[in-house]
């Protein structure tokens, strides 16, 4: 890959492919302080993958290939919120027990 000096990447078509459990497509990704410290703080409060947002375009180099560009950002939250907490993708350990309760009346059960 050539160097690059700003935020963003490409994917390209993997050339390599020798079987099919190869990626379809690879390249790099930069990211920028702001989205790397955003990493940082999902980390630090506890989320265990963290997300950042991505975007792709399509597009086709001077030589005729044809490749997605792209760019990344930390994720969006609207100003007074907090991050929603299903963007987290947190694992439950298998020994912990889900948050939700199943014990409801068969009354309560609508069907």
Known sequence: ????????????????K????QP???GELRLNADTV????QQLESGV?????EIAGWKKTSNSG??????????PFVK??????????FQIRPQNQKPAFSNDLDEDQIPF
């Open 1 to 16: 890959m050539a160097t690059i000096d700003k935020d963003g990447g490409a994917l390209f078509g993997n050339n390599r």
């Open 65 to 74: 290939t044809v490749y997605i560009s792209l760019a990344a950002k930390k």
């Open 18 to 21: 020798t079987s099919q459990s």
């Open 37 to 40: 410290a955003s990493i940082k």
């Open 48 to 52: 265990q993958n963290p997300a950042i």
């Open 79 to 88: 100003e007074g919120t907090q991050p929603e907490p299903a963007r987290s």
């Open 24 to 26: 379809d497509y690879r």
